[in-house]
């Protein structure tokens, strides 16, 4: 990851002492020209001061830099913490001396507490100043609350004999940390995209990838995912056809940060992919295939690697959308488990018994009604989930 | 609960082999005269055969007799199932010498497996020899899965100087065990009230009650709740004034086995009740009470007693409904933790912590919005539970 950069982009982080770890805390990232600008945000109705601020900055499509803490959400703290979030965004301006309107600010950690702004503004010019092409690993350090692992994923794509790099970071852990503003996904590109071509492909590809994880099933109020192009490479994102290739590669970044916001998860054992085929509407698989992945019955029994088929099906029964048990099939990874609704003996079991102990398997239920399909990551639910948000805040 | 009768009633419970572990499995309530009978089911889409059949039967608003087993929810088992569920009916209609009709059946247990229908032919017999009006504790026994005790309530009314009683029995553990079938509960009473009332005094009962429980969000192939009236006491419900103390017993002992319900549920340490006051309407509060009382970082909280208020500001934020955090108050029993969506400080804090160390207790939020309200009944998530399910079928 020691090359994970992009053209025209620096990075930093540092500790700041906003927590009390001692653990890098504050994170920046900064474009050298004006980039444009995507963004996605939070659906919770409860929204954090920097997701506030963003959605008003970012529909001028253009963005400088954004700066980023964690350790404390700035949020529920009202007008204070408004007032905070700019003045972060002011500081970096003053820094870096551009206009403070160019600056996103996000925040990440316990809801309800302000930011310790001295230890902030006395940390900010320290942290310009450590400012490198190199430094984007240091960011997504920077971000991590209950993370085990920094998150960087880098890919390249070629046109027109060209290549251009898309690079990312996030934090999790998945959405098993809502409170403590779950995830935050900020991803930079030297590709040169217009702002609204570049909100359509963030928006796509969101959608194929973080809104298809699920740890716990909350939602956070600080939720975001920016993503920045600077077009230093000079390959223009033009046309459809360049568009297309774009997208492939910002969709293999996002969905490689989904995968390692799932496997990072608090207490994670299992990765598992929830397949529902034969739906009949593709929304209607969706349905189904949220519903079995945030039943807590089905994610303990993943976690002891227990078969347990029975669940698979109550999950999908009261998802609300039309099934039919009786032409119901359920297959772990290969191994049919149930036919038409009915268990499929004991050799089935063993067999399924044996794909649980795998780290990463997939569900896959055939509701034989339509053409509808759907799937989602989801993980095991074990006892250190609990174990780490019994304790979280003591 | 010895004397946990109703005049006109006999039960019994029996151990019949099919729980592995040779406790009580069997159990059955007959009423000595044809008695009216009004019944609820669960909304899940996938539904064991005894519930398929007994939603029929129910039609004619008449029944004699439930006969229930547990250690298996003959639910995903076809043809074979609803055949078994059957003859079950038609075994105690013949010993009994009623019309098999009149007979209702249920069954909990593990979802995918087929009834032992020699053991439970065999024991039926035997069964039914030991009904006596004593013996609606041993029939509370028979329907266990996981619970740790046997859930048994019982009060009486009074009217134009004579006295009614209704008599209930529950078994969970709550909804945390839906692929157990969760939920069953039968209760009989000795007021003399048409079918059609007595079904709208459950309906209300039930929505009251054990439709305000929760434990896990997940629900079950086999709930239901079937209530038959005898009229052994000749206190004949036929009018609204009687109806109103019909209905205000009835709810006294539903809510008494819901309470009972979520205090047994697997793992449970403490008791709490999520009241939300001041919504735009009662089905806004009743959306912002279910979704706060299902989330897992919440429940996980409420184990690890951490007074994290946030968590509860999140949850309501993702329900889906009209609320604004400026305008949230939350308490913790009387002491109030946020204040317009910001914290109340540290003296607040230790006094919500001291709240959490009690075994039952009250979150409240105040959305001043408008006049609506509503109160579910939850419960922590603690390791205990994880380990429970993740072990279950093992």
């Known amino acids: 990851m020691k090359n994970a950069g992009c053209a025209g982009f620096e990075a930093a982080g540092i500790a700041a002492g906003i927590k009390k770890n001692g653990k890098k805390d504050l994170g920046i990232l900064v474009s050298g020209v004006p980039a444009t600008v995507a963004a996605v945000f939070t659906r919770n109705r409860v929204q954090a001061a920097p997701v506030l601020l963003d959605r008003e900055r970012i529909k001028s499509g253009r963005c400088r830099a954004i700066v980023v803490n964690s350790g404390c959400a700035n949020c529920c703290t009202g ?8 003045a972060m965004a002011e500081f970096v301006a003053a820094e870096l001396g551009i206009n403070e309107d160019l600056v ?12 310790p702004m001295e230890n ?60 403590m503003a779950t995830m935050l996904c900020f991803v930079a590109t030297d590709a040169d995209i217009a702002a609204n071509m570049l909100q359509r492909a963030l928006a796509a590809g969101v959608d194929r990838s973080l809104n298809r994880i699920t740890i716990d099933g909350d939602t956070s109020t600080n939720d975001m995912v920016i993503l920045m192009a600077g077009g230093m490479s000079s390959v223009k994102i033009g046309d459809d056809s360049r568009m297309e290739t774009f997208q492939q590669i910002l969709d293999e970044v996002l969905i490689a940060l989904a995968r390692a916001l799932v496997k990072d998860g608090e207490g994670v054992t299992k990765l598992v992919e929830i397949k529902i085929n034969g739906a009949a509407s593709d929304k209607d698989a969706r349905q189904i295939a949220d519903t ?22 109550a999950a999908a029964g009261r998802a609300g959308v039309p099934m039919e048990v009786d032409r119901t099939d359920i297959f772990f990874n290969d191994v049919q488990m149930a036919k038409n609704g009915i268990g499929c003996g004991k050799i089935a079991e063993a067999g399924a018994g044996a794909v649980m102990k795998k780290d ?9 009604m339509g053409i ?15 174990k780490i948000n019994a304790d979280y805040r003591s």
């Open 372 to 386: 509808g399909s759907a799937s989602v990551l989801t993980c095991d639910f074990s006892i250190d989930y609990v």
């Open 360 to 368: 990463e398997f997939c569900i896959e239920m055939d509701l034989k």
């Open 120 to 179: 902030i503004e006395a940390a900010l010019p320290e942290l310009v100043s450590t400012l490198t092409p190199q430094g984007i690993p240091e960011l997504a350090e920077a971000i991590m609350t209950t993370d085990t692992v920094p998150k960087v994923v880098s890919r390249s794509g070629h046109l027109g004999g060209k290549s251009f790099t898309i690079t990312g970071v996030a934090k999790g852990s998945g959405m098993i940390r809502p409170d």
């Open 104 to 115: 996103l600010v996000a925040s990440t950690g316990v809801i309800g507490e302000s930011l």
């Open 292 to 313: 079995v992945a945030h039943s807590n019955l089905l994610k303990t029994a993943f976690f002891g690697e227990d078969a347990n088929w029975g669940r698979i099906i």
């Open 79 to 86: 007008e204070q913490g408004m007032a905070d979030a700019k």
